[in-house]
């Protein structure tokens, strides 16, 4: 579910390999180069030769065709949206063949379910600040693989006020002498901006990220906000004085609103904070869990175990249909926040609990406590050899595995069906279009049950 996310979950790293998943890897790193064209070129064919030049005359090179220029100004240089200018059908045709040759072997492949408008989908927006080499204050996104900052001021995939809100915030803080943060030397204040926007519900939070509780002036500058965008439902200042790539901090003070924002997804309302784990693409969120629940073909007598829960939305989004709902969710501010969420909803069937979903099902297991659907929404990493093992202790009769990397997920259905688990189906979704990324439904059924 929300995820991508909890790296406490690692990769299996003892675990027995079908050959067939090998040669798939290797088949999808090869189909892989076909991504190429993604930045505007075509994949060179490898051993071609180039024919001599007749004795006597100096060989030309040929003629290079034009360079096409890039709708996104920033193409080549933040590194996100690789296929931003690859035609959707094509994005489409690439990314549906990486997943039938990573996981095709284990069952059938279903079509990729398309994003009809597939711009401006990102709720959330996340700019760093910093000082550039003329030793200017700039905020934008990190260069691929660097803590370089590349001034993006807005983004073809993001959401169009999320960007005009970032750019007020920067605006504002020379008015309040509020300088950026330099990670060189450690000076300055604002490491960041954050803007969430809930699709269902239009409300807007603000976050913005400093390096000490220190914000001057912060009602004047509220107000001067929210003069600029008063769309804004809150204002929170997120602390973060630690040294870490990690963009948000623990501690937070609220501004202006009620400190968190609510979305609705299939009809639930999720309460979201600065913190929340919540799936960027609403839209293509909500055909995912229905996806999702469809697979569980639940009648409303299943005991349904929902492992990396995050705040809850697939659990509660599931639990009208359900008898009973266990969240499990390491991460304990998430936990609080599904608890919360339960309640919002009036969802007296779902329990959650903070804890290792691994661990909880072992002892689950111990005591001989049945689970008739387990959802599973693991991060990129997969889910840990530890966590597939409790799995096949605890032998629920159907597994619907979310899964947001389909290599990952290629190596945990190896040791899935191998421990006797079939694979009916795949639904792959495109949640992250103009980029390599996707999820994809799986459903897995236990031999006999």
């Known amino acids: 579910m929300e995820k991508k996310r909890r790296a406490s979950e690692g990769s299996p790293s003892a675990k027995p390999e079908r050959t067939t998943g090998r040669t798939n890897r290797r088949a999808a790193e090869e189909s892989a180069a076909s991504f190429a064209y993604r930045s505007g070129g075509k994949p060179k064919k490898q051993g071609a030769a180039r024919a001599a030049a007749p004795a006597g005359k100096s060989r030309q090179e040929a003629p290079k065709a034009p360079v096409k220029k890039s709708r996104c100004p920033y193409s080549g240089k933040c590194g996100g949206c690789t296929m931003i200018d690859v035609p959707y059908d094509d994005q489409i045709r690439e990314k549906q063949a990486l997943v039938q040759e990573l996981i095709g072997d284990y069952g059938p492949v279903e079509p990729f379910i398309r994003m009809k408008n597939p711009g401006r989908y990102r709720n959330k927006v996340t700019s760093i600040c910093g000082i550039d080499s003329h030793k200017k204050p700039i905020c934008g996104v990190y260069r691929e693989r660097s803590h370089e900052i590349v001034p993006v001021r807005t983004c073809l995939i993001q959401d169009r006020r999320a960007d005009g809100i970032v750019q007020s915030v920067f605006s504002l803080l020379p008015s309040f002498k509020m300088k950026v943060y330099d990670e060189r030397t450690g000076y300055g204040s604002v490491k960041a901006i954050q803007v969430r926007c809930a699709r269902a519900t239009g409300q807007i939070m603000v976050t913005i990220v400093t390096a000490s509780a220190v914000f001057p002036s912060r009602k004047n500058f509220v107000e001067a906000l929210l003069q600029k965008e008063p769309e804004i439902t809150t204002i929170v200042q997120n602390i973060n004085d630690r040294d870490t790539t990690m963009v948000l901090g623990t501690r937070e003070k609220v501004l202006y609103g009620k400190g968190y924002i609510e979305d609705v997804l299939l009809g639930k309302t999720f309460r979201l904070s600065s913190r929340s784990f919540y799936q960027v693409n609403s839209i293509q969120t909500e055909k995912l869990y229905n996806i999702a629940i469809d697979m569980a073909g639940l009648s409303g007598k299943e005991r349904v175990l929902d492992a990396y829960c995050g705040i809850g939305t697939i659990g509660i989004?599931?639990?009208?249909?359900?008898k009973e709902v266990i969240g499990v969710e390491l991460n304990e501010d998430a936990a609080a926040d599904a608890e919360e969420n339960a309640k919002l909803n009036h969802?007296?069937?779902?329990?959650?609990?903070?804890?290792?979903?691994?661990r909880f099902m072992t002892e689950m297991a111990e005591k001989k406590e049945p689970v008739d659907v387990l959802f599973m929404d693991p991060p990129r990493a997969g889910a840990s050899f530890d966590f597939l093992q409790a799995i096949l202790i605890l032998a629920p009769k159907k597994i619907v595995y979310v899964?947001?990397?389909?290599?990952?997920?290629?190596?945990?259905?190896s040791y899935l069906t191998d421990g006797g688990y079939t694979m009916k189906k795949a639904v792959p979704v495109d949640m992250f279009p103009y980029t390599e990324s996707m999820e994809t439904a799986v459903l897995l059924v236990r031999t006999g049950a």
């Open 347 to 358: 969802a007296d069937n779902v329990t959650v609990y903070a804890d290792d979903a691994g």
């Open 403 to 413: 899964s947001c990397n389909p290599e990952t997920l290629a190596d945990n259905l």
């Open 317 to 322: 989004c599931a639990s009208d249909k359900a």
